[in-house]
């Protein structure tokens, strides 16, 4: 089984700065994707960036991007240039898909704050 | 133009209700899950469904039985409802085939007392 692991419970940076969210994930699989999703108050799930397995260059989204360790099985969110509305849980999340279906396994979620 | 809605956003209830949560998607999607975030924000699978079939079933209790009247809608009844069912339960959907990507609803905060 799939297991996603993010080591950073809470996590507090000053606006403007940068700031990496770490997230480690186990598997045998070969074919897969890796997700960071972002949670704010409202509570609505937002897909911030996607990285597929098989893709060496490392995914980026305007202020985001990852650190993708395909061997380390690493899977690590970068910020730049930190806002106030970055502040959110993001959770890390393994995608594989099963019979039809797109399963994902998150992790157990990091508390990004940002400080004005 | 809603993606995916779910209804009710709240509900409060007592324990050995009976309670059911619906989801809706217009984005023409051919899978739809069910996930629970419980209080520590855990965000965990419990079903999914692909063209009204039954993919995925998480060891979820028999008391959560999901409901696929076609692909647009994915209902989640829940019978003898207990405290530890007070979650917040999120609606999602994906298509099969392009871009992996689920769209989530804004979720049902289930709170049973």
């Known amino acids: 089984a799939q297991t996603v692991t993010q080591s950073q419970p809470e996590m507090s940076v000053q606006e403007a700065e940068t700031v990496t969210l770490s997230c480690t994930y186990d598997?045998?699989?070969?074919?897969?994707?890796l997700f960071w999703y972002k949670q704010p108050p409202s509570r609505q799930m937002i897909l911030v960036i996607r990285q597929e397995a098989y893709k060496q260059q490392n995914a980026t989204e305007n202020r985001f991007s990852v650190n993708f360790q395909k061997a380390a099985k690493s899977f690590s969110l970068k910020i730049s240039d930190s806002q106030l509305g970055d502040t959110a849980m993001y959770f890390c999340a393994f995608m594989k898909r099963e019979q039809g279906a797109q399963k994902l396994v998150f992790g157990q979620g990091t508390r990004l704050t940002i400080n004005p | 133009d809603t993606a995916v809605s779910q209804t009710p956003k709240y509900l409060v209830t007592q324990m050995g209700n009976d309670k059911s949560i619906k989801c809706e998607q217009n984005?023409?999607?051919?899978?739809m899950y069910w996930y629970k975030q419980d209080s520590k924000k855990f965000l965990k699978i419990m079903f999914s469904y692909n063209n009204k079939e039954l993919i995925i079933n998480e060891t979820v209790p028999n008391r959560f039985s999901p409901k696929s009247p076609d692909k647009a809608h994915l209902n989640l009844h829940i019978n003898s409802l207990e405290l530890g069912d007070s979650a917040v339960y999120f609606c999602a959907s994906s298509q099969d085939r392009g871009r992996m990507k689920q769209y989530f609803g804004p979720g049902t905060r289930l709170t049973v007392t």
């Open positions: 984005l023409g999607h051919d899978t």
């Open positions: 598997t045998s699989e070969n074919n897969y994707y």
